[in-house]
């Protein structure tokens, strides 16, 4: 079974710019999780979704927004970006719930300049 | 809300030697835990993990883990470690009840350099 797939790898963006990340999950999973990790805070929870649907939501502003299609793909958007938002955005799928065990992609690499 | 602490942040350890990574969290209700790794360049891969039955769980390259309910902690652990196993460890857990939704919460992570 091929593995969570995401893309691009690597983007660079400039600060006021929007971005669309990208996540398939494993064949079969219907939850995606997404997940900024940066040096300084660790790997922090964005949301995650499931059947379309937002079931969870980390405490990130509203410029970082989501979605799933009903093929379970998902993309992540961020809008206006600023500095900060520069990290290694994580997704991981799991079959049914976010409390399965989590599999996770290789992340997108975003750099804002 | 649930809160994970990782007390070592940085570890150095020889070949052979043996490991004990500290994780302990914040809520006393129903918790899935979770170790995972990520080797040098690799993406974050499952180690164990800690749903229900026996607090000791055996996970992959030889490590395990103890639940202890009433220290709110999960170790994780490995009796003679090898220069493979330098990476970053997180320990993470999912929670539910008094705020918690079972959102996937990730410790700060330690760092394992081991030398050969």
């Known amino acids: 079974k091929a593995g969570v797939t995401q893309t691009p790898r690597y983007l660079i963006k400039t600060r006021g710019q929007q971005v669309t990340l990208s996540c398939s999950p494993i064949?079969?999973?219907?939850?995606v999780s997404w997940y900024q990790q940066t040096p300084g805070q660790g790997l922090q929870f964005l949301f995650e979704?499931?059947?379309?649907?937002?079931?969870n939501k980390g405490n990130f502003p509203g410029r970082f927004s989501g979605r799933q299609f009903s093929n379970s793909r998902s993309e992540m958007n961020v809008s206006t970006l600023e500095l900060g938002d520069s990290a290694l955005y994580l997704c991981?799928?799991?079959?049914?719930?976010?409390?399965?065990?989590?599999?996770f992609g290789p992340g997108t690499r975003l750099t804002v300049l | 809300a649930q809160s994970v602490s990782q007390h070592n942040h940085h570890v150095i350890l020889s070949e052979a030697a043996s490991l004990e990574l500290g994780c302990n969290y914040s809520?006393?209700?129903?918790?899935?835990l979770f170790w995972y790794v990520q080797y040098p360049g690799q993406h974050l891969q499952l180690l164990l993990k800690?749903?229900?039955?026996d607090p000791l769980v055996k996970g992959i390259k030889g490590f395990e883990a103890e639940f202890i309910k009433s220290k709110f902690s999960f170790n994780l652990r490995k009796p003679s470690v090898q220069w493979s196993d330098t990476a970053e460890y997180f320990c993470?857990?999912?929670?539910w009840g008094s705020g918690n939704t079972g959102k996937l919460i990730f410790g700060q992570g330690t760092t394992l350099q081991v030398k050969p």
């Open positions: 979704y499931f059947s379309e649907t937002q079931r």
């Open positions: 800690y749903f229900s039955g």
């Open positions: 991981a799928s799991s079959l049914d719930a976010s409390a399965d065990t989590q599999y």
């Open positions: 993470a857990v999912n929670a």
């Open positions: 809520y006393g209700g129903t918790v899935n």
């Open positions: 064949s079969g999973h219907r939850s």
